[in-house]
């Protein structure tokens, strides 16, 4: 007896799909990859949409259909960049509550240290025009601070919590501003004045 083995053709084309898909993801990815580097060397207003695609070893039309512009890979590149910090200030909120205070100043300022250190598109990307920020993602950030704030002082209001975490934000931001401006010595330096700022501040909201 004959028995038709073939795949349905539908079936057949989405097996096909998935591939196809994991490539083109991962070429958006090595393109994103390439474009940090390009950004963190050289600048955003500085680099190029030819040497963004030299160091991804891809043509110029290649990378124009996955990208249009500079604009849209700066977003891109924001938006993964937004999602790394969110999954490491989501694994600081399950336990910042139980450090003590100054422990968890060292934590929270440490973690977007290295996160610079180890993205260096990150600073150049910082104040790029043209590029939309994720309101979502920025009430996230700050719900993670309302949590901790509200875990170790459980007479807080959600409305003191989130005033204090809204502080913490703006004082994060402005060291960020200041250690993209600092040459490398003094960004040590940088960096403890603003552990002392925040630890004095939450010290005396915390207690």
Do not use: C
């Not at 204090?164 to 040590?188: C, D, F, H, S």
């Amino acid at each position: 007896m004959f028995y038709n083995m073939s795949v349905p053709s539908g079936l057949s084309k989405v097996k096909r799909r998935v591939p196809q898909q994991d490539r083109g993801e991962r070429r958006v990815a090595e393109v994103l990859e390439a474009a940090a580097a390009v950004i963190g060397d050289v600048g955003f207003e500085a680099a190029t949409m030819t040497e963004v695609a030299e160091r991804a070893g891809a043509s110029i039309g290649a990378l124009y259909q996955y990208f249009p512009n500079k604009e849209a890979i700066a977003h891109a590149l924001r938006r993964q960049y937004s999602e790394e910090m969110q999954a490491r200030w989501a694994g600081l909120a399950e336990h910042g509550a139980k450090l003590s205070i100054g422990k968890l100043v060292d934590r929270i300022l440490d973690v977007m240290i290295d996160f610079m250190e180890h993205r260096p598109a990150y600073i150049p990307l910082m104040n790029v025009p043209k590029t939309s920020k994720d309101p979502a993602a920025r009430m996230r950030l700050r719900e993670h601070f309302v949590t901790m704030y509200r875990e170790r002082q459980a007479s807080l209001t959600p409305e003191a919590a989130f005033r204090m975490a809204n502080v913490t934000v703006q004082t994060i931001k402005g060291m960020n501003a200041l250690y993209a401006e600092a040459k490398p010595a003094e960004r040590i330096e940088v960096v403890r004045e603003f552990k002392l700022l925040l630890t004095s501040y939450l010290t005396a909201r915390l207690q």
